[in-house]
């Protein structure tokens, strides 16, 4: 279970401390920002910021910016109010209707997103389609792929499972708990996948290749970025995993999806350039 721990810090404002698999992230800063908005980073002000409120809030700690493993960093859609800073503005959303009858929801949190889309869309079909019978939304209710368990009980004795298979990994209950939380019952068919393809791979690369493979096959992943990235989070939560094996899953992309020769390099490239983009607040911007 994650609990996440929420301290103050000198200025007023409050930040977190969230426990995942084998890190902690921790969050988050409210820098005004006027830079290219293609490519938000965290900056060394913005690291060092949030290591001095850890340290100030754990004595004994000690975090510096060598311990700093990745980031990320993103943009708060905050509606504008005349003579407020950024740090003053509210974080609710809000809806807006133009003379043209365009309507859009502005503001709001990540955190929120399925509840603004339920509003815009009730709105929506309150104004423009009022002779129709639409049921109550109920997406809420739709389990996602493999979430097939009774309760927390059950996650934890299929995660106990699968850690028992996985005692070849140097650390089997930590990767389970990894599938389970991404995958949940789908992990079955990854290490299916796994075991039934020869290979004198080490066993955390044959792990995740058969993860890419999955991936692919049921998850619409097209390109290196969109499994370590947008799939799995491992350029955030494991990047040395991803900078040990980028190559390895370039070729297996390359093999399964046809990629030439150009695509290849590109997406190497690409990737080099982002894990570049997420460590470059350290003193050395190329993690090795």
């Not at 503001?107 to 889309?117: H, I, Q």
Request: glycine share 6%.
């Amino acid at each position: 279970v994650r609990q996440a721990i929420y301290f103050d810090v000198d200025d007023g404002r409050m930040i977190f401390s969230i426990p995942r698999g084998r890190i902690t992230y921790i969050g988050t800063t409210d820098t005004t920002y006027t830079g290219e908005l293609d490519h938000v980073v965290a900056s060394r002000e913005d690291a060092q910021y949030l290591l001095n409120a850890v340290n100030a809030n754990f004595p004994g700690v000690e975090l510096v910016i060598s311990d700093i493993e990745s980031s990320w960093a993103g943009l708060r859609p905050l509606i504008h109010e005349e003579g407020k800073s950024t740090s003053e503005l509210s974080r609710k959303d809000e809806i807006f209707e133009s003379n043209t009858g365009l309507i859009s929801i502005a503001g709001g949190k990540l955190t929120g997103y399925r509840k603004m889309a339920e509003r815009v869309v009730n709105l929506v079909i309150k104004k423009h389609f009022p002779r129709n019978t639409y049921k109550s939304c109920y997406t809420s209710k739709i389990k996602l792929g493999g979430a097939e368990f009774s309760g927390n009980k059950e996650v934890s004795r299929y995660t106990s499972i699968i850690a028992e298979k996985l005692i070849a990994s140097p650390y089997p209950l930590v990767t389970a708990r990894y599938l389970v939380e991404n995958y949940g019952r789908q992990t079955d068919a990854i290490l299916f996948m796994m075991e039934s393809t020869t290979s004198a791979d080490p066993f955390e690369l044959r792990l995740l290749k058969a993860e890419l493979k999955f991936c692919i096959q049921y998850e619409m992943v097209a390109s290196i970025q969109d499994f370590f990235v947008r799939r799995t989070g491992l350029l955030y939560f494991n990047i040395h995993k991803v900078v040990s094996w980028k190559n390895e899953i370039a070729e297996s992309c390359r093999t399964i999806l046809g990629w030439d020769h150009s695509r290849f390099e590109s997406e190497l490239r690409a990737m080099d350039d982002l894990i570049k983009a997420v460590t470059g607040f350290k003193a050395s911007a190329v993690l090795t």
